[in-house]
């Protein structure tokens, strides 16, 4: 059992422990493919890839300019150079003929460096007369250092150096990257399979009726645009009512293919107990009191899933904003990890409060909070308004959550306070 199940009122776990838990029992997923590169995106890379060239191959020319001999170049007095009559050197054409000391060449940008030559001045810096013979290039002293405005072969990626890193998810820089290297083919991890749905006999989907008592299904959409940001494989299963036979069907469906169960609603103190001993019978899931607001309770552990697999279960509660931050709290990293990736921690931005906010020690807080830049250009916080995690609205006003952490006390305002940027959560 992964703890105790159900704790007792008062008995909550810790935010940085539950995810310890979860991070402590995941499995990730081993099973690889192999993509063109134009499909890789927002993919994770099961293997290094070291770059098997040096990029660029070749020095080459930063500056459309003049190449010469960093040697020829005078502290004190003008340096004048001859130009190779009638010569340009251009990007993809290599020069084939020697440029000796007191010799220039015309170059443009991306042009492999000649052979000898180690430093271009822009074409700027220079006067260009003409005479008889051909042009000289006269510079001022002190304009230019030799080896300046030169990139060096492999200053960009040294031949055999790791180019990205197993588990690395992968960016629109990263293809270009790998482009630059000439990899047409990468192995990544195939896509994580997280079958969703909701519970809750109150709930009706999309085109429905409303009936008396009734609400629409919000979780399920929020979570599958949470989980399409994560790159995942959503299977929608829908609406389940607050029954064990519907309960059982579901879960037979979600785990004959799913490698994750993402559920919302009905893990609470209410009179769910059939979940328990239904999920008891399935799999090892523990019944968590956690110590923060909103999202107190949370259910996660391993399910028996087909064929001798193992499935993991975020059972998330119901409230909108609960569902929502449990997932940016929990599931978001542990579902980077189970689909092959080697997460990076979400980026935090310290901003000031505007307002004093309540709060006691003993239980992370995430409050809804509109960041913005302030007169003095640091960055500000303040509150959505009314923060129960029912309100919905609170999180699409919002674009960032404050996250006030487990033994925070009251923020005075103009206290800094941590921000979770939502830019940042994808
Ligand atoms: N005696 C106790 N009662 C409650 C506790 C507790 O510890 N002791 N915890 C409260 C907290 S905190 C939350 S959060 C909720 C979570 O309960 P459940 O996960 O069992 O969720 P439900 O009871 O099914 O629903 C709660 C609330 O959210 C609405 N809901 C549910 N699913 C959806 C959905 N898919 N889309 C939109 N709204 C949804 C539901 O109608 C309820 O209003 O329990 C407290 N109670
Ligand atoms: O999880 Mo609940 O109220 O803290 O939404």
């Not at 060096?152 to 031949?159: I, N, P, Q």
């Not at 909108?320 to 579902?335: I, Q």
């Given at each position: 059992m992964l703890g105790p199940s159900p704790l007792?009122?008062?008995?909550?776990?810790?935010?940085?422990?539950?995810?310890?838990?979860?991070?402590?029992?995941?499995?990730?997923?081993?099973?690889?493919?192999?993509?063109?590169?134009?499909?890789?995106?927002?993919?994770?890379?099961?293997?290094?890839?070291?770059?098997?060239?040096?990029?660029?191959?070749?020095?080459?020319?930063?500056?459309?300019?003049?190449?010469?001999?960093?040697?020829d170049l005078l502290a004190d007095a003008p340096t004048a150079l001859r130009a190779l009559a009638g010569v340009t050197v251009f990007a993809g054409t290599p020069l084939a003929q020697p440029v000796g000391r007191g010799q220039c060449v015309?170059?443009?940008?991306?042009?492999?460096?000649?052979?000898?030559?180690?430093?271009?001045?822009?074409?700027?810096?220079?006067?260009?007369?003409?005479?008889a013979a051909g042009d000289v290039v006269t510079l001022k002293?002190?304009?230019?250092?030799?080896?300046?405005?030169?990139?060096?072969?492999?200053?960009?990626?040294?031949?055999?150096?790791?180019?990205?890193?197993?588990?690395?998810?992968?960016?629109?820089?990263?293809?270009?990257?790998?482009a630059s290297l000439g990899v047409a083919e990468l192995q990544v991890f195939r896509r994580l399979k997280v079958a969703l749905f909701s519970t809750g006999n109150e709930l009706r989907t999309l085109g429905q009726p409303l009936e008396e008592g009734c609400i629409y299904d919000s979780n399920r959409f929020s979570?599958?645009?949470?989980?399409?940001?994560?790159?995942?494989?959503?299977?929608?299963?829908?609406?389940?009512?607050d029954d064990p036979v519907a309960l059982n069907a579901t879960l037979d469906q979600a785990l004959a293919h799913a490698d994750v169960v993402l559920t919302s609603g009905g893990v609470s103190m209410g009179d769910a107990d059939y979940t328990r001993d239904l999920l008891a019978a399935r799999g090892e899931v523990g019944f968590w009191k956690v110590a923060m607001r909103p999202g107190r309770p949370f259910a996660f552990g391993p399910l028996h899933a087909a064929a001798g697999r193992t499935a993991w279960l975020f059972a998330?509660?119901?409230?909108?904003?609960?569902?929502?931050?449990?997932?940016?709290?929990?599931?978001?990293?542990?579902?980077l990890v189970l689909a092959g990736a080697t997460p990076r921690p979400l980026p935090v931005l310290k901003a000031r409060s505007v307002a004093a906010i309540r709060k006691r020690p003993g239980r992370t807080e995430y409050q809804r909070g509109i960041v913005s830049l302030g007169d003095d250009g640091?960055?500000?916080?303040?509150?959505?308004?009314?923060?129960?995690?029912?309100?919905?609205?609170?999180?699409?006003?919002?674009?960032?959550?404050?996250?006030?952490?487990?033994?925070?006390g009251a923020v005075a305002a103009g206290d800094e306070v941590a921000v979770w940027l939502f830019d940042g959560l994808v």
């Open positions: 007792m009122a008062g008995d909550e776990l810790p935010v940085a422990e539950a995810r310890a838990r979860i991070h402590a029992a995941l499995r990730p997923i081993t099973d690889v493919q192999t993509l063109p590169l134009r499909q890789a995106l927002g993919r994770i890379l099961a293997a290094d890839v070291i770059s098997p060239i040096a990029v660029p191959a070749h020095d080459n020319s930063a500056m459309d300019g003049y190449a010469l001999h960093g040697a015309r170059i443009m940008t991306g042009a492999v460096m000649p052979e000898g030559l180690d430093t271009v001045v822009p074409i700027e810096l220079c006067q260009v007369a003409a005479d002293p002190g304009v230019l250092k030799p080896g300046e405005n030169r990139r060096k072969r492999g200053e960009d990626l040294a031949l055999g150096q790791p180019a990205l890193r197993a588990g690395h998810l992968l960016r629109p820089a990263d293809l270009g990257l790998l979570l599958m645009g949470a989980l399409e940001r994560l790159g995942v494989e959503v299977l929608d299963l829908g609406l389940v009512a998330l509660p119901g409230n909108p904003v609960a569902a929502l931050v449990t997932f940016y709290a929990f599931a978001r990293e542990a579902l640091r960055w500000e916080v303040r509150l959505t308004g009314a923060q129960g995690a029912g309100i919905l609205r609170s999180m699409t006003e919002a674009n960032a959550l404050v996250v006030l952490g487990h033994e925070q």
